[in-house]
C-alpha cells in the first residue's frame, strides 16, 4: 500500500507563483513513476508532469513545459511541482499519483489517468486574471 498527501493548493493572480507537494508513506519503492494530474471541472484528468523515481527523468504536457517543474527529494519520499507564471487556465484540483510501471506509454506523453494505482486527496489551485 501507498498513501499519497497532497498539499500547498491556493488562489493567487495570473503571473504567480505555487509550489505542490506530495508526500508518499508505505511501500513506495514498488512505484516506478510519480505524476501530477490536474482536473478542471467538466474536463478530464490530465497529467501535467511525471518523474521516474529512479533517475529523475521528467516528461511535462505541452500546456506548462517551461512554466512548471516537478522534482522529487527521494530521502523525505517527497514530489515537488513548482508552478511559475500562472494562467487562468491553470485553475484546477490538482492530484499527486504513483505508478508501478513507466511514466509514459510512447512519444513522450504522459501516461493516462487509469494507468496510476495510487492517488492523492488533491489540492484546489484556482488562479484569478
Known amino acids: 500500500q501507498v498513501q499519497l498527501v497532497d498539499s500547498g493548493g491556493g488562489s493567487v493572480q495570473a503571473g504567480g507563483s505555487l509550489r505542490l507537494s506530495c508526500a508518499a508513506s508505505?511501500?513506495?519503492?514498488?512505484?516506478?513513476?510519480m505524476a501530477w494530474f490536474r482536473q478542471a471541472p467538466g474536463k478530464e484528468r490530465e497529467g501535467v508532469a511525471a518523474i521516474l523515481r529512479a533517475n529523475n527523468y521528467t516528461l511535462y504536457h505541452d500546456s506548462v513545459k517551461g512554466r512548471f517543474t516537478i522534482s522529487q527529494d527521494n530521502a523525505q519520499n517527497t514530489v515537488y511541482l513548482q508552478m511559475n507564471s500562472l494562467k487562468p487556465e491553470d485553475t484546477a484540483v490538482y492530484y499527486c499519483?504513483?505508478?508501478?510501471?513507466?511514466?509514459?506509454?510512447?512519444?513522450?506523453?504522459?501516461?493516462?489517468?487509469?494507468?496510476?494505482?495510487?492517488w492523492g486527496q488533491g489540492t484546489q489551485v484556482t488562479v484569478s486574471s
Open positions: 508505505g511501500n513506495i519503492y514498488s512505484r516506478i513513476c
Open positions: 499519483a504513483a505508478a508501478a510501471t513507466s511514466c509514459s506509454r510512447y512519444s513522450g506523453i504522459i501516461r493516462p489517468a487509469a494507468d496510476f494505482d495510487y
